[in-house]
């Protein structure tokens, strides 16, 4: 979760205000699950969006780092007009458009949905290690899941009641069967690859959020892309995707479609966590939106890879808390 420092944009706005940008207007930017302060700026014919980290500083040196790299392996970001180190913001282009959610059940996902893969696999083939981009464990993704699971059963134990057990039988299940999970060559990931961090404009694909870049497994990013814990894609999407993605990284098909449902089943226990965390800190529409969203694409993934325990024991708590 990110950090909740004081937020005064005072001293930024009057920084702008000496160039002739003016703060204010509406955004129509979903508002995510982080903090970010995102506004709205504009001078007397062109806008801009201004990104502030004030509230979490940390991730200004790593945004500018991960902008970089990305631009470097052929993605494009949106364009950083100016950058002030001393209040930790970001002068940038502002496309007046929503983020490619809003193109989920129209025609225009058929041209979004292939550049997003053609983006995976660019930011996959690196010549060089970058300097600066952390590598995650091996065992980063099960140690999530478990945790996500964990803190899901402990929010809801008052209703599961033995809840104690069966998280103890989960854990267990989880730690033989996501053994696979933990072997594997790194390659960079964006590690939140799904529609909302995906811009579409004039036919364009612009990432963003991608401050969190690192190296992790090679399933990531299109694990998070076609079973998103906030939507379902059809079967036929689903598939059409991971055969396209098998074909231009040359990776056997079967083996591919079982590592991104192994991937996807960790990334999903997390957030489900990770919608208990937000409930926590006062964002319970998470929770209430997602959570059966959640479930579908977790139970898709145990079905497809027979973990037929894991199935069983997730059914008793899906029952218990939905």
Known sequence: MASTNPINLSKIKKQLARKNIRTGGKLIFNKDASNKIFQLCKTANQKFLMLSFQNNPSEFLRYLRADKVLESQGLL???ILEENKSLKYLLMDYYPTNNSSKYFKREEIKTILPRALQNIIHLQKPRKKFSGIPEKT???LMKDALKGIETYIGYFDHKIQIGYYLNRLIQLSLKKNLEKITKYKPRLAHGDFFLENLIYYKRKIFVIDHQDLHYNHPCLDIA???????RQYSSKVENRCIKEYAKKCNQPLKQTIYDIHLVSLARNLRILGNWINLYR????QYL???RKATWTQIFKHVE????WDLRELFEEVYKKTK
Request: without cysteine; aromatic residues 16%.
């Open 224 to 230: 998070s892309l076609i079973f998103d814990a906030r």
């Open 288 to 290: 209430k939106k997602y």
């Open 77 to 79: 970001t949106p364009r």
């Open 281 to 284: 800190s006062g964002k319970p």
């Open 138 to 140: 091996h065992t980063n």
């Open 304 to 307: 497809y890879l027979r973990f």
